[in-house]
């Protein structure tokens, strides 16, 4: 039995000075109904709670990591940077940089601004659309993420196409009432959307591959139609690739999918695991940006030099190892085929969702092709697996509905462990 002790008195006395004692609420481990781990190293495929214990993560900083953690490289790069000054207020010749890398793998990109954390740079995608078409309403797909920003904190009841209903507290029907949430994969049922509210309709933004209630995966052409159906109408599309951009291929889920966005917000990977965002897309949309148009956005942290200089070398990286993301592919499927097989094996129903580096396990015995189809996932059944995995030193994510990540230091011998403990559980479970 792995020991907690530490854990649990930073719990306790976390929670005087913190919110549930996290700063994220997935953190505190609430969904798996578990103590919960608190951090102290990581390195390669490997994090340390402050007990001790080893894991081999799948959490991955949520995706972040695709080099594994403390990558030696970004690390120099890093502290290089930080001896140079962590922050200035002024501009760097490394933002251009940066800029200049991602737009060279995203055909779809002359533009663009970086931002500080993901949620910034949907919230400013969406004011852009809205600056450039005149327009006020936003469609989005049930379970997509897009931060924590009141116009995209929103579900919606059955067929229903017009009104937002808030999805979280404190948030006023007044910023909502303009957002219309339907189900991911339904191409008849957006059809309908987009004509219903076209006269008002500003954008759509979509996660390309939702990760953010689980990995669901875009059925077959309906991407493309939804371009198509956004152009047709003049509609903004707006590709939020925070979690997928250089994570599913150097060109992310648009490069894999044949299909330009009009905006694109990135996050994660290219800041080499330090907080950054960014949304990028058309030169006519994005100078409407301020100082060049009147759409305001700003921050003393937008394109801090940390974070800059950390996402150049990852991305340098990336770039210089293509192969990195064949090799990704292969091991994430060698690992998903060995769960399924010990699964089916053990009478045990389960759907996994993986493309690329990227997983989920949904304990159900249908298929999963949007949050609808998550409803009836067995969660506590989750639960007991992630409990049972930490216990043998894996760490999957404390959620049944987020995805779980692999990085390129994951070796076949840690895939290896990974699956003996799968193995090990789902036997003890016949």
Same mark, same amino acid.
């Given at each position: 039995?792995?020991?907690?002790?530490?854990?649990?008195?930073?719990?306790?006395?976390?929670?005087?000075?913190?919110?549930? #004692?996290?700063?994220?609420?997935?953190?505190?481990?609430?969904?798996?109904?578990?103590?919960?781990?608190?951090?102290?190293?990581?390195?390669?495929?490997?994090?340390?709670?402050?007990?001790?214990?080893?894991?081999?993560?799948?959490?991955?900083?949520?995706?972040?990591?695709?080099?594994?953690?403390?990558?030696?490289?970004?690390?120099?790069?890093?502290?290089?940077?930080?001896?140079?000054?962590?922050?200035?207020?002024?501009?760097?010749?490394?933002?251009?940089?940066?800029?200049?890398?991602?737009?060279?793998?995203?055909? #779809?990109?002359?533009?663009?601004?970086?931002?500080? #954390?993901?949620?910034?740079?949907?919230?400013?995608?969406?004011?852009?659309?809205?600056?450039?078409?005149?327009?006020?309403?936003?469609?989005?797909?049930?379970?997509?993420?897009?931060?924590?920003?009141?116009?995209?904190?929103?579900?919606?009841?059955?067929?229903?196409?017009?009104?937002?209903?808030?999805?979280?507290?404190?948030?006023?029907?007044?910023?909502?009432?303009?957002?219309?949430?339907?189900?991911?994969?339904?191409?008849?049922?957006?059809?309908?959307?987009?004509?219903?509210?076209?006269?008002?309709?500003?954008?759509?933004?979509?996660?390309?591959?939702?990760?953010?209630?689980?990995?669901?995966?875009?059925?077959?052409?309906?991407?493309?139609?939804?371009?198509?159906?956004?152009?047709?109408?003049?509609?903004?599309?707006?590709?939020?690739?925070?979690?997928?951009?250089?994570?599913?291929?150097?060109?992310?889920?648009?490069?894999?999918?044949?299909?330009?966005?009009?905006?694109?917000?990135?996050?994660?990977?290219?800041?080499?695991?330090?907080?950054?965002?960014?949304?990028?897309?058309?030169?006519?949309?994005?100078?409407?940006?301020?100082?060049?148009?009147?759409?305001?956005?700003?921050?003393?942290?937008?394109?801090?030099?940390?974070?800059?200089?950390?996402?150049?070398?990852?991305?340098?990286?990336?770039?210089?190892?293509?192969?990195?993301?064949?090799?990704?592919?292969?091991?994430?499927?060698?690992?998903?085929?060995?769960?399924?097989?010990?699964?089916?094996?053990?009478?045990?129903?389960?759907?996994?969702?993986?493309?690329?580096?990227?997983?989920?396990?949904?304990?159900?015995?249908?298929?999963?092709?949007?949050?609808?189809?998550?409803?009836?996932?067995?969660?506590?059944?989750?639960?007991?697996?992630?409990?049972?995995?930490?216990?043998?030193?894996?760490?999957?994510?404390?959620?049944?509905?987020?995805?779980?990540?692999?990085?390129?230091?994951?070796?076949?011998?840690?895939?290896?462990?990974?699956?003996?403990?799968?193995?090990?559980?789902?036997?003890?479970?016949?």
């Amino acid at each position: 039995m792995i020991a907690l002790k530490h854990s649990n008195r930073l719990l306790k006395r976390g929670a005087q000075s913190l919110i549930g #004692s996290v700063n994220s609420p997935v953190r505190s481990f609430k969904a798996v109904n578990t103590d919960m781990l608190f951090a102290q190293k990581a390195y390669g495929p490997f994090i340390c709670d402050i007990d001790g214990n080893k894991y081999i993560d799948y959490i991955m900083s949520w995706g972040a990591a695709i080099l594994g953690h403390a990558f030696k490289p970004v690390v120099d790069e890093a502290i290089l940077a930080v001896k140079n000054g962590s922050s200035f207020g002024l501009a760097t010749e490394q933002e251009i940089q940066l800029a200049e890398i991602i737009k060279r793998n995203y055909s #779809s990109i002359d533009k663009i601004r970086f931002t500080a #954390s993901g949620t910034e740079a949907c919230m400013t995608a969406v004011r852009l659309a809205r600056a450039f078409t005149g327009k006020t309403k936003i469609i989005k797909f049930d379970g997509c993420y897009h931060g924590h920003f009141d116009s995209l904190l929103v579900k919606s009841g059955s067929g229903n196409l017009t009104l937002g209903i808030p999805s979280g507290e404190g948030i006023l029907p007044a910023y909502s009432r303009d957002t219309v949430s339907i189900s991911f994969n339904d191409i008849e049922l957006f059809k309908k959307a987009v004509e219903v509210n076209k006269k008002d309709l500003a954008c759509v933004i979509v996660e390309p591959v939702p990760c953010n209630t689980g990995v669901i995966l875009p059925q077959t052409g309906f991407l493309k139609a939804l371009a198509k159906i956004c152009k047709d109408n003049q509609v903004v599309l707006i590709f939020d690739e925070v979690v997928t951009g250089f994570r599913l291929s150097l060109k992310g889920a648009q490069g894999l999918f044949g299909v330009k966005p009009d905006l694109t917000c990135f996050g994660k990977i290219i800041g080499g695991g330090f907080p950054i965002g960014a949304v990028a897309g058309r030169k006519e949309i994005m100078d409407l940006l301020a100082p060049v148009g009147g759409v305001y956005q700003a921050g003393t942290f937008s394109g801090n030099p940390v974070s800059i200089s950390a996402g150049i070398k990852a991305l340098e990286c990336l770039e210089k190892n293509k192969k990195i993301y064949i090799d990704l592919e292969q091991k994430t499927a060698a690992l998903v085929s060995v769960i399924k097989h010990e699964a089916e094996a053990n009478g045990i129903k389960v759907t996994i969702n993986t493309i690329g580096s990227v997983f989920s396990i949904f304990f159900t015995d249908h298929e999963v092709r949007s949050y609808a189809d998550t409803l009836d996932v067995d969660k506590a059944f989750y639960a007991d697996f992630f409990a049972q995995l930490c216990q043998e030193g894996v760490l999957f994510p404390p959620s049944a509905f987020e995805a779980c990540f692999l990085s390129q230091a994951h070796s076949d011998a840690v895939i290896g462990q990974t699956a003996k403990a799968v193995k090990k559980i789902f036997r003890m479970r016949r």
